[in-house]
């Protein structure tokens, strides 16, 4: 999870520096700025259901024990006409 905590640094560090450069430009038109804010929202909301979902991931893989799935031994087929039904 630390790696993702790494992107979301860096994310954040990027759209802090966007919306200062656009905020401190007098030529900015406020568009442009809805426009940003609007993909950084987007961007956020996305990083949210993605952290969601691993941690209900996490949470339901640790509820759930391992189950071992039944199998027949190869031994139990004698010859290939037994192994297709024939």
């Keep these: 999870m630390q790696d993702y905590y790494d992107y979301v640094k860096q994310v954040t560090a990027i759209n802090t520096e966007a919306v200062r450069r656009l905020v401190d430009c007098e030529d900015t038109n406020s568009l442009e700025l809805a426009e940003l804010f609007e993909g950084i929202a987007n961007l956020y909301l996305d990083i ?4 969601r979902e ?3 991931s996490l949470r339901a893989d640790a509820r759930t024990p391992p189950v071992r799935q039944a199998t027949a031994p190869l031994s139990v087929i ?3 006409e037994e192994a297709r039904g024939g």
């Design 54 to 56: 691993r941690f209900i």
């Design 78 to 80: 004698r010859n290939p």
């Design 48 to 51: 949210s259901d993605d952290i």
